[in-house]
């Protein structure tokens, strides 16, 4: 069984910068392509980023472009999300998965679920 943890969210006045984490457990990251995703109240959850297993290739929404980086260190089974220049309308719970099936955009390819880090940005 995969455990997947995120933190590192919090309050951010807009045009700051937050960097988030998930650290998997259970079994190896290298083994799992991982995704970022995001759910904002009243709002269907959304992709923000994915990347490969080996980091060698990531995937953003075009309208995060430009704020956000994917990274992660498989050494230490952990997954980053780095944002940049935060506007409020980037508030939301945002979830880490592991990904199964090939599309890394969809939240259908992700079996597997962390319990989300609300991420606040004030105007």
């Known amino acids: 069984q995969v455990k997947l943890v995120e933190s590192g969210g919090g309050l951010v006045q807009a045009g700051g910068s937050l960097r988030l984490s998930c650290v998997v457990s259970?079994?190896?990251?290298?083994?799992?392509?991982m995704g970022w995703f995001r759910q904002a109240p009243g709002k269907e959850r959304e992709f923000v980023a994915a990347?490969?297993?080996?980091?060698?290739?990531?995937d953003y929404a075009d309208s995060l472009k430009g704020r956000i980086t994917i990274s992660r260190d498989n050494a230490k089974s952990t997954v980053y999300l780095q944002m940049n220049s935060l506007k409020p309308e980037d508030t939301a719970v945002y979830y880490c998965?592991?990904?199964?099936?090939?599309?890394?955009?969809?939240?259908?390819?992700?079996?597997?679920w962390g319990q989300g880090t609300q991420v606040t940005v004030s105007s």
């Open positions: 998965a592991a990904r199964l099936y090939s599309d890394p955009k969809s939240a259908e390819s992700y079996y597997n």
């Open positions: 259970g079994r190896t990251l290298s083994t799992y392509p």
């Open positions: 990347i490969s297993w080996n980091g060698g290739t990531t």
